[in-house]
Every structure is written in structure tokens, then in C-alpha cells.
């Protein structure tokens, strides 16, 4: 599986963005997606996830203001940005939990994509 984020940019403050993380492979095979955001000096922080079932959790900073969602057919995971924040600008990564069964274990894979960058001015 490997993953490729876009819709990054330039908005001003109040302004909307949606990110979009398209997956390559077999859909069912992902167990979990999510977004995850960085600034310089900083950890990376996780954003919003959702699970194959669609369960989705946010951190309490974008609460009512993000939505995560999936479309299987698409094979992606978009993070629409409402309601933007000067403190909302950093890199945003997509990570995938890839599943991958063996007649030994089912082991669980981390898979990253490359980042877009979110800049929202005052």
C-alpha cells in the first residue's frame, strides 16, 4: 500500500481546505486511516482517525470544525478543514493500518504518506 496526500495550500483564517489521502491496493486491507499534522519543533500530533467501520476520533482542537471520512470505492480518506485557524498550519500526513494475513500471524503495518503542507495566515 502506498499513500499520496493533496489539497494542501494557502487559506486565510475562517477559510476551508479538504485533504484528500489516496491509497494504492486493496482497500479491505486497511484496517485504520488518519491524519496526523507537524510543525517544526514539534511532535507529530494526531488529528482525526477512522476505522473500517467508520468510527472516527478527533483531537479536541478540531472538534466541530474537521471531519474525517472514507469512500472504499475511491479507495481515499478526506479531511475536510472547516472553520481554519492560524494555529491549524503545519504538514498533514495520512497514515494507514495495513493489514497483511500470513498463514503465521496477521501482523498490522504502519504506512505514511509524503505530507502536504496547510498555511493559514491571520
Known amino acids: 500500500v502506498q499513500l499520496v496526500e493533496s489539497g494542501g495550500g494557502l487559506v486565510q483564517a475562517g477559510g476551508s481546505l479538504r485533504l484528500s489521502c489516496t491509497a494504492s491496493?486493496?482497500?479491505?486491507?486497511?484496517?485504520?486511516m488518519a491524519w496526523y499534522r507537524q510543525t517544526p519543533g514539534k511532535q507529530r500530533e494526531l488529528v482525526a482517525s477512522?476505522?473500517?467501520?467508520?468510527?472516527?476520533e478527533y483531537v479536541d482542537s478540531v472538534k466541530g470544525r474537521f471531519t474525517i471520512s472514507r469512500d472504499y470505492a475511491k479507495n481515499t480518506a478526506d479531511l475536510q478543514m472547516n472553520s481554519l485557524k492560524p494555529e491549524d498550519t503545519a504538514v498533514y500526513y495520512c497514515?494507514?493500518?495495513?493489514?497483511?494475513?500470513?498463514?503465521?500471524?496477521?501482523?498490522?503495518?504502519?504506512?505514511w504518506g509524503q505530507g502536504t503542507l496547510v498555511t493559514v495566515s491571520p
Open positions: 491496493g486493496d482497500p479491505f486491507s486497511i484496517d485504520r
Open positions: 477512522i476505522s473500517g467501520g467508520h468510527t472516527t
Open positions: 497514515k494507514a493500518i495495513v493489514r497483511v494475513v500470513t498463514i503465521e500471524a496477521t501482523k498490522y503495518l504502519e504506512v
